[in-house]
């Protein structure tokens, strides 16, 4: 497996990284013994969160035992509050069982209140930096979901490494592959498969593998999918014309329906968490059945509130017909209930 440059950190880490959700769906001894599988094919880059509490501990469990300086482990917080982001970080380095995190992320920097609220004196920012000088985190960064606001993060100075989404359905933080690598910045792409809405390693892989530098963190479930990852990685091959050519199709008819999750069309005069519904399906197959039930459960049957007043329409910078498609989210999710085991 190859090893990149992770920006100007220092850190080599593997051309693919494994993000940690998927995990969670996993019995602990199952996902542990994926976790040492990854390591063993090359992998050695691990990405989680405090909000995944049941990847961490998995993850701890799958590097136990190996030398330290062989993985590179990152966590992150969304917490504001820097009392409550330092609390949540020396829990996420005991449930991975680590003394230091390689690197540690604000966690879903994506709108412009929690960007002022992260650097507010006391806030997460100024944890973080404490953290890295403690030695409790080497290096320091942000996720977003917010290109422009991206952007802007990547310009101010305070971070080593960037983790945006990026795939060809939403392919919005391209232009920042670029940017990142003139500052120095470590890429980190997540949702390399568009949260779930792609399901062709080859087209999605191959189509980051066009950024030099670009390190993608795909969920990985089984072992089956992990062999098919790390060959695309060990031996790539460029995209054809065919290739293209379906990227094109699927990007035509995934993206009239697709949620970027970029927060735009909130809020919803009726309290619709309307990011949350759009992606209710890609929710249910990374998510352990026990917390897709509670959090669908609670937002699902706002929909029924939904008066279809255009607010969202006006502001979704993708024009996606947004009442209609929480019509189709909800009646997939009342079908979905049915195979549910009770």
Not at 59 to 69: S, V
Not at 176 to 189: D, K, N, P, T, Y
Not at 248 to 254: C, F, I, P, S, Y
Not at 305 to 324: D, M, N, R, T, V
Request: charged letters at 25%.
């Amino acid at each position: 497996m190859k090893r990149i440059a992770l920006g100007n950190t220092g850190l080599m880490v593997s051309a693919v990284g494994l993000g940690g959700i998927p995990l969670t769906r996993l019995a602990p001894p199952a996902a542990a013994a994926l976790v040492r599988h990854a390591l063993h094919a090359g992998i050695n880059f691990f990405d989680s969160a405090y909000t995944y509490p049941d990847s961490e501990p998995r993850i701890g469990a799958g590097l136990r035992g190996f030398d330290r300086a062989r993985f590179v482990v990152a966590s992150k917080d969304a917490s504001t509050d820097g009392a409550m982001f330092t609390a949540h970080a020396e829990e996420s380095l005991a449930r991975l069982g680590v003394e230091y995190l390689d690197l540690m992320q604000l966690h879903n920097v994506s709108d412009r209140a929690t960007w002022q609220a992260v650097r507010a004196p006391g806030g997460a920012y100024e944890a973080l930096l404490r953290l890295r000088d403690r030695g409790r985190a080497r290096h320091v960064g942000v996720t977003c979901h917010n290109a422009d606001l991206a952007a802007e993060m990547a310009e101010s100075g305070l971070f080593e490494t960037l983790q945006v989404p990026l795939n060809f359905i939403a392919d919005e933080a391209a232009p920042l592959v670029a940017r990142c690598a003139r500052l120095g910045l470590g890429f980190i792409a997540m949702k390399p498969f568009a949260g779930g809405a792609v399901d062709d390693a080859r087209l999605a892989l191959g189509f980051l593998q066009q950024f030099p530098g670009v390190v993608p963190i795909p969920g990985i479930e089984t072992t089956e999918e992990l062999r098919q990852v790390v060959e695309l990685y060990e031996a790539p091959r460029p995209l054809v014309a065919a290739d293209r050519s379906r990227i094109d199709t699927l990007k035509r008819d995934l993206g009239t329906r697709f949620c970027h999750g970029c927060g735009y069309c909130q809020p919803c005069p009726q309290g619709i968490a309307i990011e949350m519904i759009l992606r209710a399906e890609s929710f249910a197959r990374r998510l352990p059945l026990e917390r897709s039930l509670r959090v669908l459960g609670r937002f699902m049957p706002k929909v029924d509130e939904c008066l279809e007043c255009g607010e969202c329409l006006k502001k979704c910078p993708y024009h996606l017909e947004i009442p209609s498609l929480l019509r189709r989210s909800r009646q997939w999710y009342d079908e979905w209930l049915k195979t549910v085991p009770h």
